[in-house]
């Protein structure tokens, strides 16, 4: 998925948030099922959709997956694909992309298996997935990693490595253990370069006895870029079994990689690491270019969120504690002024039900943490009840603790079918929140009601506040919205410069007003 770090310094006013309602305008009903098989765990022959998932600016989203067959001589046609689906913003498919909506990437080896971890689209609109294959058959599993490239209408790129995929073995294994390759994420920049991130490791007697986490260049035709670290890689340093799971661009052209480290077989740890556009470390970030954040146990990356202020938010997921999170100043430090030593746990009991380990299933924290403007977080996340798995949706506050005003408890709990599996969460810009489990879409209309910038034309003052009754806005506009403190809508006015509020309940309420600029801004009202 496409990360950009980049700081925006402005000011947001107060937000409310509503109650999870469908979205009766996608889908049937609010529920898109996307009718793809929802394998969890990648092996010989499992087929899924991916967590890896990609939405356009105007909220079409590229859902990619797998499809592989069990191989066996007695069906030598059933040839392994990679397929990405596209929808549209109503959740309908995109005629215009594939075929009806779909692209499939079919290998000619039938005995190839692929499993999609990462997607992006470059700036003309071609589509990079990445992730790892293998050959069934043979004394070993041997895997290897791919890139492939898709057009922006969902047909073959044939111009990007060899007929459209790009396969390498940056790990060759001449025992009988298995090795394990994977890129889990992919960034292009500016000069259309493709940096893909992800590990290599070997087993040992089912144990991850050697490996690395390793970023590769691409250039823009697939070839590796033998400019950048050592022959196209760069591979981490740290001593112990490592990886990288997302890939970030910061100031410069230096690269932010996000991962984890296992330094013994009881715990793992957070890791950032800061590189130069040449494959180097940037050994001004952290120690020698590498930020290791510990919380205890086994620890696995989620997401880098960056502040207003040039410092840092680590996310992650710790076996035992619940939510990590870290907070680095620009230099790639602990912050000290959060949480008093730079590191936070937050764990959400649902009642009858446990949270499903990082270490069991380390896909769970992928993409399923958000920041929203205002600073505090949304996630979504899978818990179980006996053998039945079901999500919930929390609202953290921008100090990472659970915010309990949110749904009462802090969470939303839906129990929709006896597997449901979370793998992304996704803020619209229209404030509707799409998040998907298992193979299945779901949107919500307006999860925050109020998510509007404060601009530097200084508005009026809204007199009195409190009030028992009139509202004097101050001055005239277009449109006038009333929020309770659910963010459900009490009235819409046009062309006012007063309101009357003298029927409603005391409590409070949230004015938004609509500027000549397309602007909104919202301000609280307290009603007596």
């Not at 089912?206 to 950048?228: C, E, K, P």
């Amino acid at each position: 998925m496409k990360k950009i770090i980049f700081l925006v310094i402005v000011c947001y006013s107060s937000f409310t948030f509503s109650q999870l309602v469908l979205d009766p305008t996608y889908g049937n009903a609010g529920v898109n099922d996307t009718g793809l098989p929802s394998g969890n765990v990648y092996g010989s022959g499992i087929s899924g959709v991916s967590n890896a998932h990609y939405f356009y600016a105007d909220n079409k989203v590229l859902i990619p997956y797998s499809l592989n067959p069990n191989f066996s001589i007695q069906f030598p046609n059933l040839a392994p694909t990679i397929g990405v689906r596209k929808y549209l913003e109503n959740g309908s498919l995109d005629a215009s992309f594939g075929t009806n909506g779909i692209a499939l990437f079919t290998s000619n080896n039938h005995a190839e298996r692929f499993d999609v971890s990462g997607i992006t689209v470059q700036s003309d609109g071609k589509i990079l997935l990445v992730g790892r294959s293998h050959n069934l058959g043979g004394f070993t599993t041997d895997y290897r990693v791919f890139i492939c490239r898709l057009n922006a209408n969902g047909t073959k790129d044939t111009s990007f490595g060899t007929n459209g995929v790009r396969i390498l073995n940056t790990y060759v294994e001449n025992s009988a253990d298995p090795n394990d390759e994977r890129l889990t994420d992919v960034w292009v920049d500016s000069q259309g370069r493709i940096t893909a991130v992800g590990y290599n490791y070997w087993f040992l007697g089912g144990t991850n006895y050697d490996g690395s986490g390793l970023a590769i260049r691409f250039t823009a035709n697939g070839a590796v870029d033998t400019t950048f670290g050592v022959n196209g890689i760069f591979e981490s340093p740290l001593t112990g079994t490592d990886s990288f799971s997302d890939i970030y661009e910061a100031e410069n052209g230096n690269l932010l990689l996000l991962g984890n480290v296992i330094p013994s077989s009881t715990s793992s740890n957070l890791t950032v690491m800061k590189i130069t556009s040449n494959g180097t470390l940037n050994t001004a970030f952290g120690t020698n270019g590498i930020a290791q954040l510990a919380f205890g146990g086994k620890t696995y990356p989620a997401s880098i969120f960056p502040q207003s202020n040039g410092s840092l938010m680590v996310s992650g997921l710790n076996v035992t504690g619940g939510l990590a999170f870290a907070k680095l100043d620009a230099n790639g430090i602990l912050d000290t002024t959060f949480s008093g030593d730079g590191i936070n746990l937050t764990n959400i009991a649902v009642p009858n039900h446990f949270t499903i380990g990082a270490e069991n299933y380390p896909g769970i924290s992928s993409d399923l943490i958000k920041q929203m403007p205002n600073g505090d977080y949304i996630l979504c996340m899978t818990v179980r009840q006996s053998n039945s798995y079901n999500y919930i949706i929390a609202q953290l506050n921008e100090d990472t603790t659970l915010d309990t005003a949110f749904m009462s408890n802090g969470y939303f709990l839906n129990d929709v079918t006896a597997w449901d599996w979370a793998r992304f969460a996704h803020l619209q810009s229209d404030n509707k929140l799409v998040v998907m489990v298992s193979a299945i879409l779901y949107r919500y209309q307006d999860y925050i009601a109020l998510t509007s910038p404060e601009v530097q034309t200084v508005l009026p003052v809204m007199y009195p506040n409190p009030t028992k009754a009139s509202l004097d806005l101050g001055q005239t506009y277009d449109e006038v919205i009333l929020f309770d403190a659910l963010g459900k809508q009490v009235f819409s006015r046009n062309q006012v410069e007063t309101i009357d509020l003298s029927s409603l309940e005391a409590g409070v309420y949230y004015v938004q007003v609509a500027l000549p600029t397309g602007e909104r801004v919202t301000r609280k009202v307290i009603k007596e």
